[in-house]
């Protein structure tokens, strides 16, 4: 039997292993090559949670500049470090974009909705400082797995928080959503109720409830086994939503990840799981700068991605993370 067949069942299970043992995933950082040059620790706010690392491309910087990515990580809005995140930071930069990981605060410290206004701040201080790293303000994105893909959407498609920095999402060339929770009332996550006031939810406060024309281009992940965020009624259906209106999405199912090897597959180890670097990487390369007539004006998508069907209605289990 050829190596490359035999080593591929031996990397899915010590890859699965490593990331069961690691939640967040520190100890892929330990075999992440050190290729971006690091500014840790940048203050956004007061807060000691209020801090971000910034991963810039070692290469020099193109005409116009990088594009930019401002991460936030998941963990059901009460758990994870912008440092155990260091594979997704270096794996962007190694493809020429400049990437802002940001912590914010987390329950039992605040609930909904203070994490979203940490994450507008975060997100607001790369669109202020774009220029001076190195990267073009008109392609800057917003993008975050579990947890942290329910605070971009909502950074990128209900303009409350933005705006509350003086800022807009119409500036936004585009979000990207992994394993994202957009419609999860009623919580079934434990973990998550408390962070919005079970059973007392607060209203306007679903992605899915801002979906419309004009909203940025959208790349939206999703993995095939996810039991922690159902797919079908999250990521196809904001899909629906977003396309019924206009506004270009890229989709891309991964049959072979789960919720947390979807955002793994950004460490070279993992990779074999999908090619989730490279589809973000070329949604993020290949859209065109935000401007004024694109954010009033949303083309047909022409997406080739394969989506699930979305329903109208599911009572399937969202499980918030």
Known sequence: MPFKTLLLPLLTVAGAALVAACAPMTALNAVVPERSRLTADVAYGGNPRQKLDIYRPSATAPSGGYPMVVFFYGGSWNSGSRTDYKFVGEALASRGVVTLVADYRLYPEVTYPDFLQDSA?????????????????????????????????????????LKEQGQDPKRLAGWIGLAGPYDFYPIENPDAKPVFHHPNYPPDSQPIEFAQAGSPPTFIGAAEDDKLVNPTRNSAQMVARLRAVGVPVSYQVYPRANHVTLAGAFAWPLRFIGPVLDDVAGFVNTTAPRTRSTAMVAPESSSSARPYEAAPTLAATSGAR
């Open 121 to 161: 701040s975060a997100l607001a201080y790369g669109l202020r400082e774009a220029r001076s790293l190195s990267a073009d303000p008109t392609r800057v994105f917003v993008m975050g797995h579990s947890a942290g893909g329910y605070n971009a959407a909502m950074l990128a498609l209900d303009e409350r928080w």
